[in-house]
């Protein structure tokens, strides 16, 4: 599935925040671009709960 410039966008910035805010200190993130980030981070969670639960009921 190709990614929009949005979506790299998004993936850029959590790799950032990631790897940047753990080992530079000067890293800074705007309070917009966390809370775009913990959106994305929770419709991940959602969308991974969902394929999850679809698997484990694939070998009840």
């Known amino acids: 599935m190709p990614f929009g410039k949005r979506s790299r966008n998004n993936l ?7 790897i940047a805010a753990r080992y ?3 890293y800074k993130i705007t309070k ?5 980030l913990a959106r994305g981070v929770w419709k ?3 969308v991974t ?12």
Do not use: G, P
């Not at 917009?32 to 775009?36: F, R, Y």
């Open 12 to 18: 850029e910035l959590l790799n950032c925040a990631c």
């Open 24 to 26: 530079d200190r000067r």
């Open 32 to 36: 917009q671009q966390l809370e775009q």
């Open 44 to 46: 991940l969670y959602e």
């Open 49 to 60: 709960e969902k394929i999850c639960a679809v698997e484990i009921d694939s070998f009840v």
